[in-house]
């Protein structure tokens, strides 16, 4: 039978209509994500936007803003010698405490770790001479508050190390320029690029590279140079900008280029470590953004002021105060904030960029974890099992393909997931592949990806997450597998 005009315009109109998927009956999950995408965002209290105006005025008038500091590196680059040098020239480490650290390292025939005694206070990193843990520590420049987080270098310590930098604005990257030893950290198995990979994708943007031991080498800069010329390559293609990228040779033992020059290094004309901290640039805070404060640790206290149960963690953004009301997700325990202390002391309130310990109350502490989040109990992030992310894939031993088994990194917690599917591959913002099936070294693409039931239980876990554009710190994650870092990227969308 021919077609008229009107079979025709029928036709035409029912293919439009379909178009419309106006009788596409919609699943919950769906609506849930149109509900999600226009939810309203809470604005400010008046009370909260005095105290973030106050938080603004203080800095300008006192002139210092506060950073947080991740130094990174390969094992045994001198780390945490470096920075309990740095802590002693700048008077934060007394004689006293400097003379009691080489006494004791000597009786057990490590002497060269007096200086990184002062952040290893754990027995196991005294006893292995590596740091197992992030060691917090504070200081002050002439206009920087730093709070130091000195991160284990050993592969075996990853995950520590990369709950660190989620909580960091700026990176030291720390390489031992002595013979061989830059390039055992520098090749592939070494840390030293997966560091510098890892704390660029957890949002670093800033980063110093501290060429340490260069007594040594006899300060030669010819080994100097060589180093540099390495790294400036690499560190560009891992997404640190030049103008964000300083380079400076040290002697971390002898103390040279960390607060005063030397007679040693006269071929040398940049700045000091010192020098160099003080001028890093200070990233813009959201405040007026709800308050996400992701738990690094819980414990409980033990003063008269400080009791009960306590976590510290870093907040992503938002403000808060003594006596606020904060719900832990996932779940559904709601705590008071009886005591606020920032650089271990009590404070009346904290703001985004801060790296805070709060004291609470009227919570069991069966409902707070290492990777819950705190936020106001009207407005928490999604629990999703499932959302699609765009990711940069790094160096791979074997490519990723869909169903791949991995461990997803969020802040500090660290959870099984796979990569389930492979959506597109990406070249300058433009989508040059649909359904690939196979992603190899260097490529960005856009995965979905879904959480694993761990062994044993009946249903995958679920993650606090936001995406990207709407909290740039709860949008971020990484990917491992087999013990390497695999890739890393921002969440796009959460599904379920």
Aim: hydrophobic share 40%.
């Amino acid at each position: 039978m021919l077609a008229t005009p009107s079979t025709i315009s029928m036709t035409s109109t029912q293919a439009d209509l379909a178009g419309l998927h106006l009788d596409d009956e919609a699943d919950e999950a769906e609506r849930e994500r149109e509900r999600e995408k226009f939810r309203e965002r809470p604005l400010l209290s008046m009370k909260q936007e005095e105290l973030v105006e106050k938080v603004r005025r203080e800095e300008e008038e006192s002139g210092k803003k506060g950073i947080s500091l991740i130094v990174v590196g390969h094992v045994d680059a001198g780390k945490s010698t470096l920075m309990g040098r740095l802590l002693y020239d700048i008077g934060e480490l007394s004689e006293k405490e400097k003379t009691a650290n080489e006494r004791a390292s000597k009786r057990i025939g490590k002497s060269s770790f007096a200086f990184a005694w002062g952040l290893d206070a754990l027995g196991d990193e005294r006893d292995r001479g590596v740091t197992i843990d992030i060691a917090t520590t504070h200081f002050a420049t002439a206009h920087r508050n730093i709070t130091l987080l000195d991160a284990p270098g050993h592969r075996d310590f990853i995950p520590a190390m990369i709950s660190g930098a989620a909580q960091a604005d700026v990176a030291l990257l720390v390489v031992d320029g002595s013979p061989g030893e830059f390039e055992a950290g520098f090749e592939r198995g070494g840390q030293t690029r997966e560091h510098a990979w890892l704390v660029r994708s957890l949002g670093v943007k800033e980063v110093i590279v501290g060429v340490n031991k260069m007594d040594m080498v006899e300060w030669s800069q010819d080994r100097y140079d060589d180093i540099v010329d390495a790294l400036k390559p690499f560190l560009a293609s891992a997404g640190f900008s030049t103008s964000k990228t300083t380079f400076l040779p040290l002697a971390a033992m002898e103390g040279v280029n960390v607060l005063e020059r030397g007679s040693e290094v006269e071929w040398y004309t940049g700045p000091t470590l010192v020098e160099a901290l003080d001028k890093v640039e200070v990233p813009a805070r959201p405040y007026d953004r709800p308050l996400r404060i992701p738990v690094s640790n819980v414990f409980k206290g033990q003063t008269a002021v400080a009791s009960g149960i306590a976590v510290s963690g870093r907040l992503c953004s938002g403000v808060l105060q003594v006596g606020d009301v904060l719900r832990a997700v996932p779940g559904d325990g709601v705590a008071t904030v009886r005591t606020i202390e920032l650089d271990d002391e009590p404070a009346p309130y904290a703001v985004a960029g801060q790296n805070a310990t709060l004291y609470l109350s009227g919570i069991d502490p069966i409902q707070l974890t290492i990777g819950s989040v705190l936020c106001p109990p009207s407005y928490p992030p999604r629990l999703v099992s499932r959302f699609v992310a765009h990711i940069l894939v790094f160096d791979l031993s074997s490519p990723i393909v869909p169903g791949t088994a991995v461990e997803l990194f969020h802040h500090s917690v660290n959870l099984p997931a796979a990569i389930t599917k492979l959506l597109a591959i990406s070249e300058r913002g433009q989508v040059v592949k649909q359904r690939p099936r196979v992603l190899q070294k260097g490529v960005t693409a856009t995965v979905e990806i879904t959480l694993r039931a761990p062994n044993g239980a009946a249903k995958p876990p679920v993650l606090a997450l936001e995406t990207g554009a709407e909290n740039k710190d709860m949008g971020r994650v990484l990917v491992r597998r087999a013990g390497e870092t695999i890739a890393a990227g921002v969440v796009i969308e959460l599904l379920d």
